[in-house]
């Protein structure tokens, strides 16, 4: 609660006007203008001669934002500077920058076919609708930091589960009663994912509206385009669709760490030595994030919660798996590689577990002998 | 005492400790032997691109051709090398191959050459490297461009006074001109993976230590500790100086593994070239070796004042677990703030293994203080500060 207040907080402090005299409007009047002035706005030609006439005709942020397309689809221009063909060729312009960067893309390489399918998504995009929507856009833009956060508090919540406490050695009187075996175990880790799910989504849903709270729920329903940051996204879905597709990737990240602890936690048998390990692998992936070099993210960091929760790169990095033939998207390759190794992980736990019991079988079988 | 140092030294050696130092290690070697390979390439002495890990050894061996004092003579020499040189042309086609990993024989002196130009914002980058500059005519003018820029670079980035600026000028024009060039890359992997992997070790300090002074462990504090003859008094100080010892240990096991990685991988050459081919601003009459050591020690000073502070949680708290997650908590906020700007982060443990150690000042009166011995200050300070926490926690300790 007290992050989501705090990440609403500063949220809001960026839709405060100020000027050297001071503060102009804060956020309450410009979001209430923003939504008032952005029914049925579209980006259009209309829109932009609308702008030119009369600068206030759609508020200021319901400017910035439309500024802030037209500075990164048209180049850098200004507004003033558009000619009449500019603007109503916005979206054929965009579809070019798009074919450009696929085509100079030399990380990825793609083929004719592979940028022919691309395309075919950015011409599906016929108006994109200007309505409000900031709620969502600080939530898409917020929600990843929060999900790392909420990864971490999980997975040392569930760490105690498998991990031994040295100080009380209840392990082996455990271990030896009635249901001890397989039932504990099983019981333990449907505890873990149960948990750890509960803990995710009903986290999130505070979040969410705590976060949304202040600005408003409307938006949901436009396009993610209407962003700046993703205009160029081939992803043709609104911020609702947005928000459940991170709130997955972030519950899969969360599920791969909980496999993991719960593996490093089954072999080590310690809770501070898993801790350590799991700490440090965080560590690990924290500095694998911050050096961007494209071989380590496409083959390792795409998997990891920590690069997994930076939801933005999936809508706009266009990085494309060519498995067997077939060209997956980075999201959903992602997300089947995660699943993938977070079951492994599992196995591995269950087969230690399993090798113990069987030791323990052979221990009372000799001693019986 | 001796013998009980050794065994409470001893005892910190449990599963917990040789979980995380292997972790640590194993992290360290993998990003050094992963970037170093994935991220590098360099033009060698044929003119071949030759990438990864071999990279190195080849810019090395191009780099004998480079290799000398700069003076008048070895300047004008470098102009016409470079001038007619394949990687020239080569960074003229491939604009952005110094700025991602790209690497040249005439990295280290060229970028000398130019920081005398570009002071304050020099950078890495193809357009960083020419050598087209009037004041490369002769070396007494290359110097004294070299030497204003220092002292314009001080000025600017630093809020000395002009009377400070002074004191600071006169060490300027006592740098031991002309300086040694040649290859050093090994050294500056060193550096760049030392900073980059210290959270690393505070990371292991949290979990190593936090048991030192808890109840609810067996080789933290017992009844039996305190009820001894000497549990009270000696135990502690025993305790202390073994954490200590213990700090030091993970420490160099740290700089262990980094040396022994980046020796093998890029060569440690380049120690005993002057301090200032790497850190232009440097007014010490060091060599990079020495730089290194003094950043090394740096390091080792910021890693005893954390363990001290996790020593301190753990006596506080007297619970092992709580004490890690505190400590956690401390470390990240630690490693979060040492970026802030000003003064207040020449306060940070974090930052005890800045540059700023090799090109910062702090004066008091007229006496200009590197930071390196500042740090030195503010280490004996926080732990002095630590250990009478520590002590005044110890002689209230009670089990129940």
């Given at each position: ?60 942020l319901n400017?910035?934002?439309?500024s ?31 074919n ?38 600080v ?69 969410f ?57 089954i ?26 070099v ?18 933005w ?25 995660s ?11 269950i ?19 | ?11 910190m ?12 290690c ?20 044929e003119?071949q ?30 102009v ?103 290859y ?22 949290a ?83 020495e ?16 363990g ?93």
């Open positions: 609660m007290f992050v989501s207040v705090y990440h609403t907080k500063i949220n809001l402090d960026r839709y405060i006007v100020r000027n050297t005299q001071g503060i102009v409007s804060d956020w309450n009047e410009n979001l209430s203008e923003a939504k008032e002035k952005s029914r049925a706005l579209y980006l259009d030609k209309d829109c932009f001669i609308g702008m030119q006439n009369n600068e206030n005709r759609y508020g200021y400017n910035e934002n439309i802030d397309i037209i500075s990164v689809n048209y180049e850098g221009k200004t507004l003033e500077e558009l000619s009449e063909a500019d603007m109503e060729s916005l979206l054929q312009i965009r579809s070019d920058k798009i450009e960067n696929l085509m100079m893309d030399s990380k990825n390489n793609y083929t004719d076919t592979e940028i022919a399918r691309f395309m075919d998504k950015a011409g599906d995009l016929s108006v994109i609708s200007m309505g409000y929507s900031e709620g969502w856009k939530l898409a833009e917020n929600m990843g930091g929060f999900g790392i956060l909420l990864n971490i508090v999980i997975t040392v919540l569930i760490l105690p589960l498998f991990g031994r406490d040295s100080g009380v050695q209840m392990e082996e009187l455990v271990r030896s009663a009635r249901f001890g075996q397989k039932r504990l175990n099983l019981s333990r880790i449907l505890s873990a994912y149960l948990a750890a799910t509960v803990l995710y989504f009903a986290s999130m849903m505070i979040y509206n705590i976060l949304m709270m202040p600005f408003g729920f409307e938006g949901g329903n436009q396009p993610i385009q209407s962003n700046a940051r993703v205009f160029f996204s081939l992803y043709n879905i609104t911020y609702l669709q947005q928000f459940m597709i991170n709130l997955l990737v972030g519950y899969l990240g969360l599920i791969f760490m909980v496999s993991a602890a719960l593996m490093v936690t072999i080590l048998k310690n809770l501070l030595a898993s801790a350590s390990l799991i700490a440090i692998f965080y560590i690990m992936l924290i500095v694998i994030d911050q050096l961007y494209y071989e380590i993210n496409h083959w390792f960091a795409n998997f990891m919660p920590v690069h997994m929760t930076e939801f790169h999936f809508y706009t990095g266009n990085e494309l798996y060519r498995i067997w033939g077939r060209s997956i998207p980075c999201l959903n390759w992602s997300i089947i590689v699943l993938i190794l977070s079951a492994i992980f599992l196995a591995i736990g087969l230690v577990l399993l090798r113990d019991k069987i030791c323990r079988i052979y221990l009372k079988k000799g001693s019986d002998v | 005492m001796k013998r009980q140092i050794y065994m409470e030294y001893r005892k050696w449990n599963k917990i400790t040789g979980v995380a130092v292997l972790a640590m194993a992290v360290v070697i993998l990003h050094l032997f992963i970037y170093l390979n994935l991220q590098y390439r360099a033009i060698d002495s003119g691109i030759v990438e990864g890990l071999a990279s190195y050894r080849a810019l090395r061996e191009a780099s004998e051709e480079i290799k000398g004092t700069m003076d008048g003579t070895y300047i004008r020499e470098l016409d090398k470079y001038n007619n040189s394949f990687d020239k042309s080569y960074l003229k086609e491939h604009r952005g191959f110094l700025g991602t990993g790209g690497m040249t024989k005439f990295m280290v002196p060229n970028y000398f050459i130019n920081y005398a130009y570009y002071g304050a914002y020099m950078s890495n980058g193809n357009d960083k490297i020419g050598l087209e500059y009037d004041f490369l005519d002769s070396e007494d003018e290359f110097y004294k461009t070299y030497k204003e820029t220092v002292k314009e670079h001080l000025a600017e980035v630093n809020p000395y006074t002009e009377e400070q600026m002074n004191i600071l000028g006169k060490k300027v024009d006592k740098l031991n001109i002309p300086y040694q060039t040649g050093y890359q090994g050294l500056a992997n060193l550096r760049a993976w030392f900073v980059l992997d210290y959270g690393l070790i505070f990371v292991v300090l979990f190593a230590l936090s048991g030192i002074f808890a109840k609810d462990y067996t080789g933290g504090i017992t009844e039996l500790t305190l009820s001894s003859k000497y549990g009270r008094k000696n135990n502690f100080n025993v305790r202390w100086i073994a954490g200590n010892m213990f700090i030091i240990s993970i420490y160099f096991i740290f700089i262990g593994v980094q040396l022994i990685v980046n020796g093998i991988i890029a060569t440690l050459d380049g120690w005993n070239l002057p301090a200032q081919m790497f850190w232009f601003e440097c007014l010490h009459n060091i060599t990079v070796g730089g290194i050591l003094i950043l090394f020690g740096g390091g080792l000073l910021g890693a005893i004042v954390i001290n502070i996790v020593m301190l949680t753990s006596i506080k708290m007297k619970n092992r677990k709580v004490a890690v997650i505190l400590s956690a908590i401390v470390v990240f906020w630690i490693l979060k703030s040492k970026n802030v700007y000003g003064f207040s982060k020449m306060f940070n443990p974090a930052n005890f293994i800045s540059d700023s150690l090799l090109t910062g000042y702090c004066f008091v009166g007229n006496m200009a203080l590197p930071y390196f011995v500042i740090v030195i200050i503010f280490t004996v300070f926080y732990v002095a500060l630590l250990w009478i926490g520590i002590k005044m926690s110890y002689r209230k300790y009670y089990i129940d």
